[in-house]
């Protein structure tokens, strides 16, 4: 086929796929008020398998989508009808160059599960070793691709709003398209989920016989298969299991716990999908798998995390604010002092409990990540999606062992983190020179008392106050001001004009000197444009 057969059967393709897509969207009335969370939801369901995985990944960012939209996400089917077993070894056999049976003595054609952009298949290696090996679907790449140009293009087309409190926001949908498109093509090479598991297992696993994860099979990884060894267990989900085959959940459940809170607060490095289908048990030993999506904290940010903890725990308003403003960044004017008070309130709220262990700890950073939301304070993706993967795992051991107390073990973990990083010597150097400071300020104070008395004897001294929080009534109460100085301007040349009225001052108008008149009607308009501006102003203070 020719280049130029090539381009015309690319753009009938294209063609076809626009036509389907917007037949799609027809269907929805995305044209009439834009897509609702539900509406959005249907919509990629509809537009199949591709979309679906989009959807998928969109649900966990609530960074760039309303909660909203999120939670409706989260509903979208995971079952897609498994691929033809011929495909599937085809797919193997072109990535590696050798025929199955050269590669494998046993592989099982009955997939392990089957996804949107892949499948998983059983195998055993010529060597004896278990592996499952995940296969990519054909062509799906290219068509996500396709798919993504597209969907770029009709961008422009969609309105996407989010119904707030004060008014309606807009969401970038082109910014959102391009964010996905990242990630996707990120999904769609395997190698990268190869280099997570690595990392993992570099970073996050300290005793194998406490906490693992798969292998690597390396020969058997490209860009469009994955392999890695079988974990011969069942999903954490099946907490009856573990009690048939008398193992304690307790102890599993404490060790998963304390991995956890080592990957996020030691490695930097964690899970970003701990459901349960992602924690499997293998003789007692709980195994993660599937790294597709993983996460990646900096210092600074475990740090403030640190700190936001401590200053919780403390009940701390302004070491909390201090904390919950250095995770984000301000988009919008803030007021500091409306902020604080509504931290102080969820500090109360949670920190008055009589028993700590109660506290749900996905819940608490929720409300946090969301009232920051309200004070235009957009926080960073990674701990949002650090927040995603903490209420995730929760909701996992919740449900596994209600008994552990998360809060509890990182509260231990944060007390432990701060002793290990505490110098004692740069403290102590630290407090010295602030004692001497203090000192040297000390000797000072009888000649700057001095000073000020001077100062206001001579009437020279000036105090300056500073209101921070108020900036809104001030400015409705010089509004208001102003216009009571118009009413009362209009009162005044009314007044004027009726004086007028009394003389016989050229020209005149039907015997009223002409200047009379326009003062009649400029006094008039003035006074109804400062009544208006008042009525305006009150509405405002209410």
Known sequence: MTEQQKMTEGKKKNGKRTAQILGVFAKHNFYTNGFT??????????LGPTYVKIGQIMSSRTDMLPKSYCLELEKLRSDVKPLEAAAARKVIEQETGKRIEELYKEFRDEPLGSASIAQAHYGVLLDGTRVVTKVQRPEIAELMRDDFVLLKKLAGMVSMTAEGDDEAETIDLMGILKELEKVTEEELDFRVEADNTRTFRELCLEDETVVSCPRIIDELTTERILTMTFVDGYSISHKDFVERDGYDRLEIGKALVNNYLHQVLDAGFFHGD????NIMICKGVPYWIDFGMVGRISEANISAIQNLIFALVQEDVEALTNAALSIGTVKGKLNKSRLMEDLE?????????????DIDVGKLMTELTDLLNEHHIVVSTEYTMMIRSLVTIE????????ELDLFGFLQEKLL???????????????SVEALAA??????RLPGLAADVLRNLVKGRLKISFELTGYEEPFHVLIEVITNVILALFACVLFNGSCMICTASIPPMVNGVPLFAVAGFVVSIALAIYSVKKLVKAAGKKS
Not at 274 to 277: E, I, R, V
Not at 345 to 357: A, D, E
């Open 37 to 46: 969370p539900e509406e959005l939801r249907t919509t990629l369901e509809d």
């Open 274 to 277: 701990p459901h349960q289908g």
């Open 345 to 357: 309130s969820i500090s109360s709220q949670y920190m008055s409990s009589t028993n700590l262990n």
């Open 395 to 402: 909701g996992v051991l919740e449900m596994f062992c209600p």
């Open 416 to 430: 432990s983190r701060a002793k290990e990083s505490f110098d004692i010597k740069g403290q102590m150097t630290a």
């Open 438 to 443: 203090t000192a040297a300020r000390t000797v």
